[in-house]
């Protein structure tokens, strides 16, 4: 606008034509008047944001809470709040004129697509001139960074007798050894003699039989592998190998297990908080292409189970646990890249996420699963917890279906 009035004005005095000289004129009074406009009465204002909820799930939808305080006797004019959003996106809030006393708020809503940080602000508030142009700008609010943690499937964990995984996991703990005496009931045909109870049979008609528990699943070990090959499906692939620990975590913890997370990279998470750690965790993950670290000894006492997450079975995380010395675990391998066809494997296939439900559904012997993410971090759902013994010769209880 100066440069036109600037051309404006020498063209009239080449020309000698008076108009152009108003119109120069009136060209330069606009810049003037418009930088004076937005210097003058700039709003005076204190803005406080609020992020519901403090860690975000991929696929589900933040809030953003802004609240504007006025500040300084005069009234505050109008505004514009301007917030950028991640790296595409900006919100844009208009504030009209604030008298003394008065505080208004304002809000937006933060899709989140992927997992990892996500950072908002700093926060600007503007002014400009009905023209555009001059604006004055100034930060109101720093910058904040905002987790957003890989989606969580609520798995049903195995029981004792239920599924092929819950199969193996009886005839293990068979093989351990019987437990504390349960209760006494009649011989039948096929038990062994060493269990009666000539002392309970002398004072009863009928033969007395020793029925002994049987510990159930009492802790699970989740081993991410962070070591994948170039390319875009390594990528993808990673990502589910993500949700899938995230899962797998999540529903142990949430029944009561003993859990701990650990990957090649070196992570070890434990503790009556592993959950919402983990999460914490697989939100800032990462490919990590070092060698692996080893994993030391799970210090765990009772049945276990291992839950291998890497790319195939090939891998060196599940070839060195193949060699596992402790015979109340379970190694169980969920791989991203398929199952390869091997007799005795209990392996669960996690090309797609719907193939992981299903794998880890067919592997526990339960219902449907509900392939509908959830809150990580909510704790007002009841779950039960997985029974520490189960009688000897009876089958082990399902969970409760949850939708």
């Not at 208004?104 to 555009?132: C, K, M, N, Q």
């Not at 971090?377 to 779950?383: G, K, S």
Request: charged share 25%; hydrophobic share 45%.
């Amino acid at each position: 606008m100066l440069v036109a009035a600037v051309l404006t004005a020498v063209v009239g005095r080449v020309f000698a034509i008076l108009e152009l000289f108003v119109i120069a004129a009136a060209l330069g009074a606009a810049v003037l008047l418009a930088y004076l406009t937005v210097r003058l009465r700039t709003p005076e204002v204190s803005v406080h944001r609020w992020i519901r909820p403090s860690v975000l799930t991929a696929g589900d939808v933040g809030r953003v809470e802004l609240v504007v305080h006025r500040q300084g006797r005069h009234r505050s004019p109008g505004f514009e709040l301007l917030e950028p959003v991640g790296d595409t996106r900006t919100a844009r809030m208009g504030v009209t004129p604030l008298p003394e006393g008065v505080q208004v708020s304002a809000g937006y809503r933060v899709p989140t697509e992927r997992r990892g940080r996500l950072t908002i602000g700093p926060l600007h508030a503007a002014r400009h001139d009905v023209l555009g142009l001059a604006q004055w700008r100034r930060i109101v609010t720093e910058a904040e960074e905002v987790l957003v943690a890989p989606r969580a499937y609520l798995l049903e964990m195995p029981s004792l007798g239920q599924g092929a995984l819950g199969r193996h996991l009886l005839a293990t703990a068979r093989r351990l050894g019987a437990g504390e005496f349960h209760s006494l009931r009649d011989y039948v045909d096929g038990d062994e003699p060493r269990t009666i109870s000539w002392r309970a049979s002398a004072r009863s008609e009928e033969l007395k039989v020793r029925q002994h528990s049987i510990e159930g699943l009492r802790r699970c070990l989740v081993l991410l592998d962070q070591q994948v090959g170039p390319g875009e499906d390594a990528a993808e692939g990673f990502e589910r190998a993500v949700i899938a620990a995230a899962s797998v975590v999540h529903s142990s913890d949430r029944v009561g297990l003993t859990t701990r997370f650990v990957t090649t990279g070196g992570a070890d998470v434990r503790g009556p908080d592993v959950a919402s750690q983990t999460l914490h965790l697989l939100a800032r993950i990462d490919i990590d292409p070092s060698p692996p670290i080893a994993i030391d000894r799970d210090p765990g006492e009772g049945l276990g189970l291992v839950v291998v997450i890497t790319a195939n079975a090939d891998s060196g995380p599940w070839s060195a646990l193949h060699r596992l010395g402790d015979p109340t675990l379970t190694r169980v391998g969920v791989f991203t890249d398929g199952v390869a066809r091997r007799v005795g494997m209990l392996a669960v296939d996690a090309s797609s996420e719907t193939r992981f439900l299903d794998g880890w559904e067919l592997l526990a012997g339960v219902g449907r699963l509900d392939a509908t993410a959830r809150d990580p971090l909510r704790r007002d759902e009841h779950l039960p917890t997985i029974n520490s013994t189960v009688p000897r010769g009876e089958p082990a209880p399902l969970l409760a279906e949850h939708p």
